[in-house]
């Protein structure tokens, strides 16, 4: 027995011997040969909790950070060629455009998405092959690593400072001829951000290594290249997957991507993958700029791209005009159908007001300025708000308001019953056959959906049941109210919509909604349009439906029952 247990302990003593011997032979073989990298545990200077253990965390924080955005580069610039390749193989912009038509996507209106692509390598793949060195804790084992596999090791230094780190780091390790030591002050700095930011800053110089372009940009501007690739992935894939626009994250990359072709004009990867997000931001112009520099590239494949490029965008800009003035005309016969049917009302003269085309299509809202009616073309499918905007000259013309509060309310109210007149009679409409809508199908516009309007068809304001008018995941639900007891009080300023001027019109305009049901449009507008004339610029709802109510005895004789239903649609709404 006792021999049986001598022999277990000599064997287990001498195969420990052996592995201790065949792991050291290891690391000479390796520090001769060289091979993987090593991090070495950061060592932290200040913050707080057990130092110890977070060198060697933030180290595996860095390693991960490092592979994954190795990952996301590769995985990125490999899916934007992708999408390059099959959107050259479909015939480019126009099979795009054959596309949407089939959706119902109306070009020239809400625009026209595009995926960016990448013709070639931006990024040459990299694999950073790099390992955790032991912890330094004391005793001979982690020395003797640290020994053999100094001249491959990273070092990094953190020093805190309240929310503030400096990181400091020898990066010779890397093989790259007389590279600059990392030196990085980092506001906000958590375990995530630092190791980000040493990611980033590994990865740029080994990139920098076969690259000069890399040696040109500063650490912000790298980190914002990286961050467009994976972006523009992300947003191809959500276009793809779910439809959803892609304008407004192309024109949020190309503010990043922009600056850094103007600055290296010679790279032509980067020239191209800018055109491209320029493309998807439907900044032509910009592309068609982009696109001429590649003209005169010493690789033909490339000049000949950029020229089928230029001549799709040259194509498309002549249908886009060609749009936007079929728009214009639309818009503008708008405006002359409705002021001329509002002269009519109020016994004016006034001019057909100008329409004066938006041309930004992100644009959200029309408005009237004193002067012109502005409007994005998406406008000319919604003729409503045309017929809303060409009223404020008219109520304008006979009402000196204070556009503010209760007044502002009831100002828009006006707008609004005026502009459901003038539809009412474009469709040759009675008060019980209209909708009393105003806009159907521009919430889908103001959400910036790819919906055409001619689907969605939630209105804008709803005369007849105001806080029903639509209910959608983007813009919210109605919140007029259409009794004054659920009055909204704002603050009376841009932020808060001067009061609540659109939306608490719904009182009011319910109002109108009630009085024209029972005795139709024609009548219920003609007693609105004279009570106007007797407005201060103070008239609240009160005052209003005072004055409306004299004006229906005035003009129809006291107990007619053009007095009793104005007098009713009045305290329908709790006035």
Partial sequence: MEFFVKAMLFSFGGLTILAINLWFCQLIYQSFKGGDLVIAPVKIVGGSGDTAAASETLARMLIARIKALEWDVEQSQASLQQADIKQANEGGPSAMQASEKARGVTSGVF???????????????????????????????PRIQSWFVEDRTLSFSVSYQGNTATIAGNIDAL???????????????????????????????????????????????FKKLVASIIGAEQTNRRFAALNIPT??????????????????????????????????????ERALTFYGRLQASSN??????????????????????????TALKIMQEAA???????????????????????QDRNYRNAYWDGNKINAPEVIAD???????????????????VDYRGQPGALFQSYTDVLGSLVKQQKLGQSA???????????????AGRLDPVATDRQP???????????????????????HFRDFVKLPETDAGDFGGVHINSGIPSKAFYEAAIQIGSDAAGAVWIEALRSFDRSTDFQAAAKIIQRKATERYGAGSREEKAVKAAWNSVGL
């Fill in 175 to 221: 093989g790259l001829d007389k590279t600059k030591p990392l030196w990085i002050a980092l506001e906000n700095a958590t375990p995530a951000a630092i190791a980000d930011e040493i990611a980033l800053a590994i990865i740029q110089r080994r990139w920098a290594k076969d690259a000069v372009e890399y040696r040109e940009l500063t650490a912000d501007e």
């Fill in 432 to 446: 019980k056959d209209a909708d009393w809508e105003i806009g159907p199908g521009a919430i889908v516009w103001v």
């Fill in 336 to 358: 002359a159908y409705a002021n001329e049917v509002l002269n009519k009302k109020f016994g004016h003269k006034l001019d057909t007001p100008t329409v004066a085309p938006i």
């Fill in 111 to 141: 625009g026209t998405p595009r995926m960016a692509g990448l013709n070639a390598h931006l990024f040459e793949p990299t694999s950073i092959d790099i390992k955790v060195g032991g912890v330094d804790v004391g005793g001979v084992l």
């Fill in 300 to 325: 033909p494949q490339t000049a000949a791209v950029s020229l089928e490029k230029i001549k799709a965008l040259e194509a498309l800009g002549k249908v886009a005009t060609d749009t936007a003035n």
């Fill in 247 to 284: 304008k407004a994250e192309f024109e949020r990359i190309l503010a990043d991507v922009d600056p850094l072709a103007e600055k290296m004009q010679r790279w032509e990867q980067l020239t191209y993958f800018a055109a491209r997000i320029a493309e998807g931001a439907e900044r032509n």
């Fill in 382 to 400: 919604i003729p409503d708000i045309i017929y809303h905007e060409a009223a404020w000259p008219h109520v304008t013309a006979v009402w000196n």
């Fill in 460 to 482: 804008l304001r709803s005369l007849k049941a105001p806080g029903t008018a639509y209910d959608d995941p983007i813009v919210g639900k109605d919140p007029q109210p259409r």
